[in-house]
């Protein structure tokens, strides 16, 4: 029997409905295989650049500083098949465990993927870096002969200058997920992956973008606890109608306003959207004839608000091309909301709240970074969970070029090595597939 009584229908990033009268469980990342299988390869996917670790050792440049005299000159792309069937053995435990080593760009990088008995060996989502770290530089060392006097700058290029530093400065070997010491509490890790991180996996397609983001953020929800009892719908319905075009009300409301809209129109068409599919109703007219509405349901009122921030971003950000203006926007929409309604805003009002503080700190009088290199994590953002995210990735796929911190310029490894795995550039069409083979079961 189904836990809730909601059933959505899910749609694509082309308006094309994917599955039919879908309980909400099946959703659920306790219970949805395309979502764990979307968070178990952020774990356990690895980016490897031989080019990068070819060129520290023969120039002696590794981990950000120059060590003459033990300059190493081997050619590792040109080797790279060597290397991969290398690093697969040792990182491998048994046949057909799910290991994988793919070479990419003519052996400049390598993908790896760990098998999951080594992730569930450990309880810390570092295995999988730490293993692939591991295996290439026993795997260069044992290829080439590297003496034991200059197997430490085998160590430096690989790993970058840890464990000096808590961070793996300088490091060839790439994860999607930032070190646990970053992390600003429990359940953060998910959280704690930059936007530009998602722009470059979905190839800058923003409803996909936006999918991506919400399951990454969702997921944290679950992690940190908030996603338990009372509160498990309220995470559930945010992750269906803006994560995953729930109804296609995403998709129809950035349509309705793409090519003319602002950002009061799109309050306009949420708000009677939700007027019309009873999610709200007038509770008193005043003397002005200003209406003020009601809802029975403040959880699914919440996930409309969450569908409008994301359209209010798309047509607002899509118009200017630049993603500077997420922050400003996701304000006004909330502000122009609250008026319109007397309801609360997205995420009861954090969304708005953030919009403030971020707008200082991406590019106003602080001016500490564009707002590709937010994300839940960030002190800024952190306090809108699961909602705010996905509006700012939204807002970095449309952008046009104008930020200082781009996409190409903090993620090009990422779209290079990830950026062709389906888990993560069409996490709503597998979603929703897996949703329609949960649903049966429910």
Request: contains cysteine; positive net charge; aromatic residues 6%.
């Amino acid at each position: 029997m189904p836990k809730y009584k909601d059933v959505v229908d899910l749609y694509d990033d082309s308006g094309k409905r994917i599955a039919k009268d879908v309980p909400l469980e099946a959703i659920s990342p306790l219970r949805n295989n395309a979502i764990k299988k979307i968070a178990s390869l952020t774990k356990r996917t690895v980016a490897v650049s031989l080019a990068g670790i070819e060129k520290s050792l023969k120039s002696g440049n590794v981990a950000g500083a120059m060590i003459k005299g033990k300059e190493i000159d081997i050619e590792l792309v040109k080797n790279a098949k060597k290397i991969a069937k290398s690093v697969e053995e040792k990182v491998q435990v048994m046949p057909n465990d799910g290991t994988s080593v793919a070479i990419k760009a003519d052996g400049k990088s390598l993908v790896v993927i760990v098998p999951e008995a080594r992730a569930d060996a450990g309880v810390e989502y570092t295995t999988g870096f730490t293993s692939v770290a591991a295996a290439v530089t026993e795997a260069i060392i044992d290829e080439f002969k590297v003496p034991m006097h200059k197997a430490n700058m085998v160590k430096a290029a690989v790993w970058g200058r840890y464990p000096q530093t808590v961070g793996f400065d300088g490091a060839n070997v790439k994860s999607i997920l930032d070190i646990p010491q970053n992390n600003e509490g429990a359940g953060f890790a998910l959280r704690n992956i930059m936007a530009n991180h998602i722009v470059a996996l979905v190839n800058k397609n923003a409803m996909q973008g936006v999918a991506l983001s919400a399951i990454f953020e969702q997921c944290g929800a679950y992690e940190m606890g908030d996603a338990i009892g009372r509160f498990e719908r309220g995470h559930l319905l945010d992750l269906a109608y803006q994560g995953l075009n729930a109804n296609n009300i995403l998709y129809t409301i950035v349509k309705k306003n793409g090519k003319t809209g602002t950002v009061g129109s799109v309050v306009e068409t949420l708000v009677g959207r939700a007027i019309d599919d009873g999610v709200i109703h007038v509770k008193e007219t005043l003397p002005s004839g200003y209406k003020t509405y009601t809802t029975k349901d403040l959880p699914l009122w919440n996930a409309y608000a969450a569908v409008g921030q994301v359209a209010a971003v798309m047509v607002n950000v899509g118009a200017a091309r630049a993603a500077q203006g997420v922050p400003g926007t996701v304000l006004y929409y909330n502000d122009l909301l609250e008026h319109e309604t007397g309801l609360p805003g997205t995420d009861y009002g954090r969304s708005a709240g953030v919009g403030v503080g971020m707008s200082f700190f991406s590019h106003s009088i602080y001016g500490g970074g564009g707002p590709g290199l937010f994300h839940g994590n960030h002190v800024v953002t952190r306090q809108s969970k699961g909602v705010l995210i996905p509006a700012v990735t939204a807002a970095n796929c449309l952008d046009g070029g104008t930020q200082t911190f781009s996409p190409e310029a903090t993620s090009g490894l990422i779209k290079e090595v990830f950026g062709d795995m389906i888990e993560f550039n069409k996490p709503m069409q597998l979603v929703g597939a897996e949703a329609k083979k949960v649903a049966k079961k429910i």
